[in-house]
């Protein structure tokens, strides 16, 4: 195939695109863990925290997601908005990577925050996004509310700051998550007033690797720069859902592409 054709580079995302876009290749991704859930705020809340710690392998990142959700009592929701202090030592010894249980203390206090006080994370992404039009400033937004407690700042590197230039590749894969309109039922698509068309790619080494092997993308760092970019490409495929080849891209190694 000639990769520099944009016909074929097309047709060739939209095949692996239609091969592994599917519920039965999910069941190993962090998605599959608020894919446990059916109400709104479950699937809001587990979804911001498996994609808190999408980093490393697979299988560990899936294990530990679904730990995090039984140390709540399989009720994200109910935990976050009820704990009191004293409750939050039932996730005393959860460790992933640099993520700990004092950074996951913090993040449900944050979003026990978010949820009394500002309508909940779909209210915010939302209502932001309605006021701007645009993802980077209400990304932004975001990280200074979840963050306007005082905190270590250890605990704050584990969501990334689009102001200091990061791909913010976790949080634009959560917001692909809970914004994306599937046919195929692996995003969720529950935030109605966000169109998939103002969404950005979830851009990982895998993803920058494959969209500059077909020429999708000149910029060597994966920062916000290089996702703006890739993004701008993939919107000439699809103006509408351009993140849709945010599998095809991730998988294309599999399928051979980069070998």
């Not at 939050?88 to 004092?102: E, I, K, P, S, Y």
Request: hydrophobic share 35%; with cysteine; charged share 30%.
């Amino acid at each position: 195939m000639d990769y520099g054709n944009k016909k074929d580079i097309k047709l060739y995302l939209d095949t692996l695109n239609e091969k592994y876009n599917r519920p039965d290749f999910i069941k190993n991704d962090p998605i599959s863990v608020p894919h446990r859930y059916e109400s709104r705020q479950d699937i809001e809340i587990a979804g911001f925290l498996a994609s808190t710690i999408a980093w490393g392998q697979r299988k560990t990142i899936v294990c530990n997601a679904r730990r995090m959700a039984d140390m709540m009592d399989d009720a994200p929701y109910q935990f976050v908005t009820q704990s009191q202090e004293s409750d939050l030592n039932a996730v005393q010894g959860f460790v992933h990577r640099t993520f700990n249980d004092f950074d996951f203390k913090y993040f449900i206090r944050s979003l026990k925050n978010i949820y009394l006080n500002h309508g909940g994370l779909g209210e915010f992404f939302q209502s932001r996004y309605l006021h701007h039009k645009d993802m980077r400033p209400v990304i932004s937004e975001f990280r200074k509310l979840f963050f306007e407690s005082e905190c270590l700042g250890r605990t704050t590197r584990h969501l990334s700051s689009i102001d200091k230039g990061s791909a913010c590749k976790r949080l634009n894969m959560y917001l692909k998550w809970m914004v994306r309109e599937d046919s195929n039922g692996v995003d969720f698509g529950i935030w109605k007033d966000i169109p998939s068309s103002a969404l950005y790619l979830p851009l990982d080494v895998h993803a920058g690797n494959t969209s500059r092997a077909l020429g999708l993308l000149g910029r060597k760092q994966n920062d916000w720069k290089a996702v703006e970019e890739v993004t701008g490409s993939l919107r000439e495929f699809d103006p509408d859902d351009p993140v849709k080849y945010d599998f095809a891209l991730f998988c294309a190694g599999i399928d051979g592409l980069l070998k």
